[in-house]
């Protein structure tokens, strides 16, 4: 069985060892990793591990090994968003997330494989190569932040920051048997996260427990006035871990079990909701019926702005450069080769989404719907506290099952994409488990209220054993 | 008399202003102050494009911007939002340009200018924020350049897009319609018209209703002159030659004076213009009564008040006011010297030598200008010799007080000394008479009285042997 360590147990190994031996213990292992998790490790994590042990850096991560997603921007360590458009691309500046983890003491380990772009739901268009479930080798770990959900379930790292655009922390931590945290949009700052969709992605952290998300929020979380979209708001993450859920109101909604939803899926996630009753809480079935159009609306928004967003990547001022007789074609070569097919067919879709003749017709018209998704969100939760539903309709898929039907891969994302169009904060947690593989449930709280989502995933996980199972060791 | 416009000429303006006395660049904390430095040293992530930064509204322009609408009697949106242009060029880092579309700070606006028959009011359409991009800089010549070089320094920099109606009938009033907008921009302190590239012009003008034709790359107001002369021209002939005028842009080739078609599809470029997610929608009309009470005095009410206040010459006050600097310089000379007097010598005779020089008003100290007219209303020197004065100052540097003695200009003293002298003899007679009837005493009154006249710059005996010379004459 792999060994999963949290952040409370990373501390007294650092007590009874150095932080040194705890980073380099997790070097190791990644050195022998075979599920391609990490796309790259990084030299220095040493040095920083023993700066902490002469005394150099204290901090509420002092020792904490974390590995983090290839799109969040790292001073001195190669950041490419798994592309080979940005192969060489060393960022000069910290994203802000990674500012606070290094003041707070954390090591940065590697940076962990992801999607091309972060777009994808199973890690396989990575340049590198996919990432392997440690569950099961033959199945993806879910994407986009597969690599950052990997690692921690194969026990390569004890935590990990992702990036969730419309599922890409809450899917693979799903798929990966983790917890995994998409806070409300607005709560971190997005400087230096390399945008695929800037209007609905946030970082997110990923754990093996939910005391370690609440640890990695009480951090990370916060305002930042480099990023013009993040709120200026107080609040402790760790004080919500109370195992108390007596007069909890869940809703369920019914549109989160829709067609070609796996049995497993759906049975181990009304377990989960009989639990909570059990536990205290009441729930009831709730409508949310522009669930079904949430994503065309998705999707036409976030392609919209990827093919603005990743115009910059021409080969002029950083990373991989093609041949061309003049700049143009340089450009346009650069693009050719540097891209993959995924992030081609969203650049384009986007590109003709925002085409005139066309702009109406799709990109305002998913704005509109995005509008009446929201709507759903307000109302639903004016009447409960907090949402429940499967994660995912299913548990991860085999590597090459989907990857040439994008259409069906898309169709993956329906109950997380609603999410982010209303901006709200969702958590994912192990809920059991469906043909031998993990099973997420989604708890979906109010704007800002990630309190009471940490504290239903916290009880949650008090009073199951879900999370107490591990993957065996891959060799 | 009313101009005709006999060829029916519509020319409307998009000024292009940089905000270069901003201190920092529009979306990041780079130094605006570039000009003499190295290039690609004013850059950071954000203004570099560099993935993963995030654009923050600098607050100061936002305000500069009001402060131009307001000067331009325009009205201030209730909030403002900014877009993204989205086409790729090597010098825009992001492959899009951050900019107002449907929601600009000012718009419906008006300028008065002095037109072909008199005052004429100019509408603006709009006047919106946005950033400049970088430099290109071709290694060689254009035609063989072995390379370009990006120079970065001026990308994010403030832009003012001020968008005329196409009220202008002539080149002439387009010139004067420059002339008043760059005074106006003068007297709000927002920009420093001297460094390049601080105001751009595209034009776009009509004839005989027909098609309109943008021109772009013109530099300068004298450019832009020549530019609409030689397209005016071109469009009358066309169309007598039995042509038709199509939609298009031209290029002004500044060395040749010729617009040149530039056979791109311009008018069909699609910019995919959306919301740019990254900076949330400002409410400004809000803040526009307090700018609008701290507006400067601008140059139509300067002029007024300096035909109230000074009494001079419309001519005068127009080409007092048109700049700030000679205004202030003006008023400074008139607080110490007879305003009337002081409004010709700087109006006329100044600004004439500087003019021919090529040179500001900042290259003449007020105080000596002051001298200088003392030195002629005190009839020390001849007008003329106040010319080369102040030809002297311009030309070889030095003191009014050194060069008048240096030249000898000052040798008027003695046509003083002998007009006193003829003034005192005719305006005493009796003194007169009892000096030649022998009252030797009766000559010290009337050297008293010359020098009374010449207030006591005359040397007495000087004056004493001159009146005896005289008065030996006369009998
Ligand atoms: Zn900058």
Redesign the interface.
Same mark, same amino acid.
């Given at each position: 069985m792999v060994t999963w360590t949290d952040i409370s147990g990373i501390k007294q190994k650092i007590a009874e060892s150095s932080a040194e031996e705890v980073t380099a213990s997790y070097l190791e292992k990644i050195g022998k990793s075979c599920i391609n998790g990490f796309v790259r490790t990084w030299d220095r994590a040493l040095e920083v591990a023993k700066a902490i042990d002469a005394g150099d850096q204290e901090g509420p991560l002092a020792g904490v090994p974390i590995a983090i997603k290839d799109?969040? *921007?790292t001073t001195g360590l190669s +950041?490419t968003?798994s592309s080979k458009i !940005?192969q060489g691309?060393v =960022? =000069?500046?910290d %994203?802000h997330v990674i500012g606070k983890l290094r003041d707070a003491g954390a090591v940065i380990l590697g940076k962990t494989n992801m999607d091309e772009f972060a777009m994808g739901t199973s890690t396989e268009s990575s340049y590198y190569g996919a990432t392997l479930n440690p569950w099961d080798t033959d199945r993806v770990p879910g994407g986009s932040s597969g690599g950052s959900a990997a690692v921690v379930a194969a026990g390569e790292a004890p935590v990990s920051l992702g990036s969730d655009t419309g599922g890409s922390v809450r899917c693979p931590a799903a798929f990966c048997g983790v917890v995994g945290l998409k806070p409300t949009y607005g709560c971190i700052s &997005?400087?230096?996260?390399?945008?695929y969709?800037?209007?609905l992605e946030q970082i997110g952290p990923l754990a093996t427990c939910v005391a370690d998300i609440a640890a990695l929020m009480d951090v990370i979380a916060g305002h930042d $006035? &480099? /990023? *013009? +979209?993040s709120i200026n708001r107080e609040n402790n993450y760790s004080e919500a871990l109370k195992d108390d859920v007596n007069g909890l109101k869940i809703g369920v909604p019914e549109e989160y079990f829709g067609e070609g939803i796996d049995e497993g899926v759906e049975k181990a996630v009304w377990d989960a909701i009989g639990k909570y009753e059990d536990m205290g809480a009441s729930w009831k079935k709730i409508s949310m019926p522009h669930t079904k159009y949430a994503l065309a609306s998705y999707y036409i928004i976030a392609m919209?702005?990827a093919?603005?967003n !990743? %115009? &910059?990547? /021409?080969g002029? &001022?950083?990373g991989f450069r093609a041949d061309g007789d003049n700049? $143009?074609v340089m450009?346009s070569n650069t693009r050719a080769e540097g891209f993959g097919d995924e992030v081609k067919r969203r650049i384009l879709l986007g +590109?003709y989404a !925002? *085409?005139?003749g066309y $702009?109406d017709r799709y990109?305002l018209k998913a704005l509109k719907v995005r509008t009446l998704v929201k709507q759903d969100f307000d109302r639903a939760l004016s009447e409960v506290d907090v949402l429940m539903g499967p994660t995912m309709p299913t548990p991860a898929f085999k590597i090459g099952e989907k990857i040439d039907d994008p259409l069906s891969l898309y169709l993956a994302d329906v109950n997380t994409v609603p999410v982010n169009l209303a901006g709200v904060p969702s958590i994912s947690v192990p809920c059991g488990f469906s043909e031998g593989m993990p099973v997420g449930l989604q708890i979906i709280g109010k704007h800002f209220d990630e309190n009471t989502i940490i504290r239903a995933a916290y009880s949650f996980e008090q009073n199951t054993a879900h999370h107490t199972r591990r993957p065996r060791e891959v060799v | 008399m009313v101009y005709e416009n006999p060829d029916g000429v519509k020319i409307g303006l998009e000024v292009h202003v940089q905000l270069n006395k901003l201190k920092t660049k529009l979306f990041c904390g780079c130094s605006t102050d570039y000009h003499n430095d190295e290039p690609n040293t004013h850059v950071c992530p954000v203004c570099l494009g560099l993935p993963g930064s995030l654009p923050v509204i600098n607050e100061r322009a936002v305000e500069f911007a009001i402060r131009i609408g307001l000067a331009l009697s325009c009205e201030i949106v209730e909030q403002t939002q900014f877009h993204r242009k989205n086409y790729y060029y090597p010098d825009l880092p992001k492959g899009f340009q951050t900019t107002q579309y449907d929601y600009p700070i000012a718009s419906k606006g008006k300028v008065i200018i002095e037109g072909e028959d008199g005052e004429r009011v100019i509408r603006i359409t709009r006047a919106h924020m946005e950033e400049d991009p970088g430099r290109l800089q071709h290694i060689g010549t254009i035609e063989k350049s072995k390379g370009t070089l990006i120079n970065y320094n001026r990308s994010g920099m403030t832009l003012i897009e001020i968008v005329s109606e196409p009220d202008m009938r002539s080149p002439k009033e387009a010139r004067r319609y420059l002339d008043k907008l760059r005074s106006i921009l003068d007297y709000l302190d927002v920009f420093n018209g001297d460094l390049e590239g601080a105001m751009r012009v595209d034009a776009n003008v009509s004839v005989f209703g027909g098609e309109r034709v943008e021109i772009k790359n013109i530099s300068s107001f004298k450019g832009a002159e020549r530019a609409l002369l030689y397209e005016i021209m071109r469009q009358k002939n066309h169309v007598r030659r039995g042509g038709e005028i199509v939609m298009e842009t031209r290029h002004f080739d500044e060395a040749r004076g010729v617009t040149i078609s530039m056979r791109t599809k311009e008018a069909e470029h699609d910019y995919r213009y959306f919301p740019e997610p990254d900076l949330v929608p400002l409410r400004v009309a809000e803040r526009a009564p307090e700018i609008q009470k701290a507006l400067p005095e601008l140059p139509d009410a300067r002029r007024e008040r300096f035909l109230r206040q000074y009494e001079m010459s419309n001519m005068h006050a127009r080409a007092l006011t048109n700049e700030i600097k000679v205004a202030d310089f003006y008023e400074d000379v008139a607080g110490k010297v007879n305003p009337k007097d002081a409004a010709v010598w700087v109006a006329d005779i100044l600004r004439g030598e500087l003019n021919y020089r090529d040179l500001g008003i900042d290259a003449f100290a007020a105080k000596d200008i002051v001298t200088i007219i003392e030195l002629v209303t005190e009839n020390r020197i001849t007008e003329q010799s106040g010319v080369e004065v102040i030809r002297t100052i311009l030309d070889h540097g030095g003191k009014p007080q050194d060069i008048v003695k240096d030249k000898g200009l000052l040798k008027v003293e003695d046509d003083i000394v002998a007009k006193a002298v003829k003034e005192a003899i005719a305006e005493n007679p009796e003194a007169v008479t009892d000096y030649l009837g022998g009252k030797e005493k009766s000559l010290n009154f009337v050297v008293g009285k010359v020098m009374q006249k010449t207030k006591g710059r005359a040397d007495a005996r000087e004056v004493r042997e001159r009146l005896v010379k005289d008065l030996n004459d006369q009998s």
């Open positions: 799109n969040i *921007s +950041t968003c !940005l691309y =960022p =000069p500046y %994203a &997005r400087y230096g996260l390399i945008s969709a800037n209007s $006035h &480099r /990023d *013009s +979209t919209s702005e093919s603005s !990743l %115009a &910059r990547f /021409d002029t &001022r950083y700049w $143009h450009a +590109t !925002l *085409s005139a $702009h990109y | -």
